[in-house]
């Protein structure tokens, strides 16, 4: 892409009731802009984050045999009013609006009742199952405080994966098999050495769920975490109880802060009961559909990921995740001719500076903006026939032959 | 894709409420989901189709220079109240909701107010003109009925763009740019010769705006065309005063139905005025900014290719669109065996209907599916070492040889 037909740039300021760092520094170097607290536009650095982000959870996901669906936003009160979940008492967090026709309606907040409601359409038999579906959909929740960028919002993207089985047995087997797809997306996402699978409290049909927390000073959550932090617990199932239960009554643990970037449920009959998702067995007998769900908020985990790296230049992508590879400026007029050579063929993997403006500013722009490796061509480099690559994360420069640049980058 | 791997299966019926041919049809076949009266999900195959659509308009739009971004559904009224557009006398199709923190809030039924104020941080200069910005997202209008299947949704996908320009001849020749890409978009998607420009009633700033309308009997506009269809007119704008500014006063007119698929208007200073988005000249003069805009409803276009291409046997896509160009099936052990073949490295163009079922249900899936083209490798035709391949639209049959089926298929 080049800078100079976009309409993208730096500002020098976020709006002052932006107050979180990672909401404040994507709104400067471009890449998201505040409608309101907790609600943002995603610019066109920003949309690339967020479809990287995508990719790499629908690949894994595409892996162990989901299929992606896309659900609605609106929400017919009916399925919800089946699990007594339609209630402002019992979810605290609805936007509801009136149809014109008459009504009221919602704005998903979550999809479970919504994905075992079409299921009855497409689950009668054992042979149907298991199946599992997932969806990347903006979740809506009206939150009373809205205050730390994208890691809360009131509308947010989410990733939302249920699953549906005949048996405890295989939905254990394909939790399992989420827990290690999540491992391979946290990683690969650059979050995986400081993103834990932490104990949560379960529900009726089960004693605990499992949250993945992204260890972050910011973080809203609570944590405890044993020396090898083979144990990690969130505050609320933090007792002697559970503790028992894990063998880790001798163990000291270290509290800390963290930030829920997924979680993952066995639900079993807490929906398909009150939404009587059956199945026909192979002896003919009906038995109701045991199920699992499994998030992972995307636009938050934008935000940790920003949180986790930026420095005081701005932001730090981790490559699989940036919006481009390289930034590339070149200086003088040779240094743009081969500048303009290095962009031809790559204008999906580079972010080509060619503004009319001093290399200075580029070069704040090129740190505000994270990119992973800026690509700098000017006479001088030329001179010794060689560009100069610098390491957003690290700082480090370094020089390449032309040649080197050409056939390795 | 396999579809023994799929949940996805063919329904007998739709819902009874399900009036819309489009709407019963994508149902029965597993496109989509009934969630109530407009408002649908999206399975599987229904989400292929309208990711292929978006990627046709996407590369259309990305030629010519536009960006794109995602803005928000909620909507803060401040700039809605600004152009007198917030209130439900002025626009009666608004979702409101109520902000827990307090306050109303909307939800976006189309976005020229918050990309007009977001501009606000991007343009200041002439060098920052033109620009071009467009987002697919979900709309949403409280329409008092609904009943035509995803020609008119409650909630539905549109392409929105929005430009921005120093000089109404800078907004003429951009709005020209777009008339020729949107003349290619509906060309790609198989509608092209029954798609025509038509005049519609303009607005404060223009005498006429253009609408895009496909010829369609269910279509809910009334359009009037001349014997060569160089001036198409919808009904709103058909009258004496109109043809005579089109040197049409002799011409002969005939009354027809079509599905508006898109629409262009130069706002001009509509919007920019009242949310004062303005930019400083060469000769350091504070003006307003031009603007115009240009929608496509892509679930629409998906519900127009529908009722325009299909038959008594079900659904039948174009192959710029459709989920999938093969269905194949394997009959016997030898056919299974090489359909097997066939498959392998083909995942992402072959529905293989692996399924253990008798060929003359798949046969009955792959019209109802509507695949461009259905693959049969049997006994019988290994028997001549060749394939059977049958052309959904045409119902053609031919075979080719298996060497033929490897290399060009």
Known sequence: MRLSKSFLKTLREAPKDETAVNGALLIRAGYIHKEMAGVYDFLPLGLRVVENIKNIIRDELNKIGCEEILMATLQNPEPWEKTGRFSDQEVDIWFKTELASGGILGLAPTHEEPVTNLMKSYISSYKDLPLYVYQFQNKFRNELRAKSGILRGREFLMKDLYSFHTSQEDLDRFYHEVEL??????????????????FASGGIFSKYSHEFQTFLPVGEDTIYYNQDKSIVLNKEVYNPEVLNDLNATDEKFEETTGAEVGNIFKLKFKYTEPLELKYIDESNQQKTVYMGCYGIG???????????????KGLVWPETVAPFKYY??????????????????????????????????????????????????????????????????????????????????
């Open 328 to 409: 590339l400026i070149g200086i003088g007029e040779n240094g743009i001719s081969e500048a303009e050579k290095f962009y031809t063929g790559r204008e999906d993997t580079v972010l080509f500076d060619d503004r009319d403006k001093r290399p200075g500013e580029k070069f704040a722009d090129s740190e505000l903006m994270g990119i992973p490796l800026r690509v700098v061509v000017s006479d001088k480099t030329l001179a010794d026939n060689e560009a100069e690559i610098t390491d957003r994360k690290t700082g480090k420069s370094w020089r390449v032959s032309l040649d080197e640049l050409f056939e390795k980058f």
């Open 298 to 312: 995307v636009s938050r985990l934008m935000g940790v990921i920003v949180e986790k790296f930026a420095d005081e």
């Open 181 to 198: 797809a999540y491992g391979r997306i946290f990683e690969r996402m650059g979050v995986g050495d400081s993103t834990y699978e932490t």
